[in-house]
């Protein structure tokens, strides 16, 4: 898709705040400095419209981007933030469990893993969570020009292993190259 307007409708702390439209809706999730914004960024084709973060884990919000008047990107604050208060994590926790398992709107979830590593302990939990939800998933391993491409099958494989995911949910990434783009947006337009 060639998205020509996009615009941040509101940075909800709470379910009324939702925007009351039944555009499908499409949230990204990923630990904090993951490289959400800039997967976002790349997707709408805007330099810096997401921010990118200075502060990771401040961000409690979920910000609504209205794509076109036809699609909304729901950046869900990132987890796996170490400094964040547990007050402040089981707030984050109970905000994006009544998104995730009560929009009718959500048609699926991009959930970001760093290409260079295998999946932390928290990154597999929000995998299974979501599985066990039955939301649909498509992994992105983000920073993939971060490692040379001859070992990108490799990592490729452990991801997926890690994960237990097939092939049709996963894309290599990067925000540089914008490798794996097209690959995101087809995934988004069959949920159209
Ligand atoms: P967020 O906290 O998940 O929104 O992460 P950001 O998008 O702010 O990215 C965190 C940091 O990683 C920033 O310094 C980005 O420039 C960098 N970054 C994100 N994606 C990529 C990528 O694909 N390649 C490279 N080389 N750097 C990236």
Redesign the pocket.
Known sequence: MEVQNVDLTISAVAEKQYPNTMFPEIALV?R????????TNVLINRRKFAR??SQ?GKTQTLNFYNIDDKLYFVDVP?YGYAKASKASREKWGKMIETYLTKRDQLRGVIA?VDGRHAPTDDDISMHEWLVYYGIDVLTVA?????ISKGKWNKQESLIKKTLQINDEDFVL????TKAGKNEVWQWIEGRM
């Open positions: 990923g904090s400095n993951v490289g959400k914004s800039s997967l990118t973060s990771p990132g970001l983000t920073k993939m020009d971060k990434f990067s925000a540089l």
